[in-house]
């Protein structure tokens, strides 16, 4: 049978197990090979072979750059003119000559500088994909790996919890065997615990399918356990400076190659009115010798033609006006981009802001008066001055109210992770 003053302390061992077991949150990981933020992003980096695609791409590109510069090879031309066909005697005529010939082609106006700096414009905006990319890496690392950190601390701190009210469980069932509680305390006891059961189970598959969401970037090492110390983000800079910058951002960059490269395909489309020129040499051999007997000279031809763009109507006016229709489409998808990244800008920033306030409140009072009315409701309790639900729903109260710090402190670093991204911290 419990005594009046071992009840007492009992439970006050309980709640300090209790207060302790909030701030487990932020306590020593029992696993020593653990994974840190950095070290995650650092294995997300590596690992990603779409980054090392796209560098290789924008360095095929640059390769192709300098070809598409370059004049189209020359053509050699080897040619048999006027042989007779009654003696094929070469010697018989003349007029027989044994050609060799060079043609080279020259396109269009500019239209060589033009595709050059339309494949340099793609590389530019391959690289800005790379850099795009590796900053959406390092977000989504940050917030799924934040995410995971809330669940396994979460899962302690119920747990730690789990156990108190086990013990509370066990004091009411001693306590209503000695005739000292009614049936109704313990029927709410084991109610708690199994509710408390029912969290921690839940707890549990939320933290399997963040990790699951980690593993995405990083494979098995997301199942190793995260580092205690929660980590500590640049702090981003103002909401008018990050605006300000977007137009440098590399999703945005990305947006103006394109633009560019559409206005390249119609300055290109611009040159097809202009003619394409086609330059060429020929040298004939004549063997034999003049009725006079002298030795046939040899001769030598130049040619030179180009094209006439005089019927435009149905292919060049065409295809500018494509060109042209394309370049338009471009702007107004970097217009939409550049609304959509203001929108996430400041839905973020004030996520940030807001949240952060709210953690401030819970650190500096929340959780204070919610572990002080946990210990005046205890207190009460053994002085017989409440009832054991009042007790109980104290204790429920200060166990949220950590969880909730805890939820608000990794949301507003998710949030800041996300400003970062849009801030381009690197």
Do not use: C
């Not at 290789?56 to 042989?83: H, M, R, V, W, Y």
């Not at 269009?108 to 905006?125: F, P, Y």
């Not at 040298?283 to 019927?311: C, M, Q, W």
């Amino acid at each position: 049978m419990f005594t009046h003053r071992s009840r007492r302390l009992k439970l006050s061992q309980l709640v300090s197990l209790f207060v302790a077991s909030g701030l487990m949150a932020f306590g020593q990981s029992a696993h020593a090979d653990v994974l840190s933020l950095a070290e995650a992003e650092q294995l997300a980096l590596q690992g990603d072979p779409m980054l090392a695609n796209i560098d290789a791409t924008a360095q095929a590109l640059d390769e192709a750059a300098i070809a598409d510069g370059q004049l189209p090879d020359p053509k050699a031309k080897f040619s048999l003119f006027n042989f007779p066909t009654d003696t094929f005697d070469r010697d018989q005529e003349p007029i027989t000559q044994l050609r060799f010939g060079v043609q080279q082609t020259i396109p269009r106006g500019n239209t060589l500088e033009l595709r050059s700096k339309r494949t340099r414009v793609q590389a530019g905006g391959e690289r800005a994909k790379v850099a795009n990319e590796t900053r959406k890496l390092k977000r989504d690392v940050r917030t799924n790996w934040y995410e995971t950190y809330y669940w396994l601390r979460a899962e302690r701190v119920v747990a730690a919890n789990k156990r108190l009210f086990k013990e509370m469980v066990d004091i009411t069932e001693s306590q209503y065997a000695a005739g000292r509680r009614n049936q109704q305390d313990v029927l709410r006891a084991d109610l708690e615990l199994g509710l408390l059961d029912d969290r921690l189970t839940d707890i549990q598959q939320k933290q399997e399918t963040s990790r699951a969401s980690l593993s995405k970037w990083i494979g098995v090492e997301a199942q190793r356990e995260l580092a205690d110390e929660f980590p500590v983000l640049p702090e981003p800079p103002t909401l008018a400076t990050i605006e300000a910058g977007l137009p440098q951002h590399p999703a945005l960059r990305m947006q103006q190659a394109h633009i560019d490269m559409n206005r390249q395909n119609v300055s290109i489309a611009r040159e097809a009115y202009k003619p394409a020129w086609t330059v060429g040499v020929d040298y004939g051999v004549r063997d034999g010798n003049n009725p006079d007997g002298t030795e046939r000279s040899d001769l030598l031809a130049a040619t030179v033609s180009f094209d006439l763009p005089l019927f435009t109507s149905k292919r060049q006016d065409r295809r500018l006006a494509s060109a042209q229709r394309r370049e338009g489409a471009a702007k107004l998808q970097y217009d939409d981009k550049l609304r959509r990244m203001q929108s996430m800008l400041e839905k973020d920033f004030v996520t940030w802001q807001r949240l952060s306030q709210r953690l401030q409140r819970y650190q500096k009072t929340l959780i204070h008066q919610a572990t002080a009315n946990s210990e005046a409701s205890l207190l009460a309790y053994q002085n017989d001055a409440t009832d054991f639900p009042t007790l109980m729903r104290a204790k429920i109260t200060e166990l949220n109210t950590h969880l909730k710090a805890l939820r608000i402190h990794v949301d507003a670093t998710k949030a800041q992770a996300r400003l970062l991204y849009l801030a381009g911290e690197e």
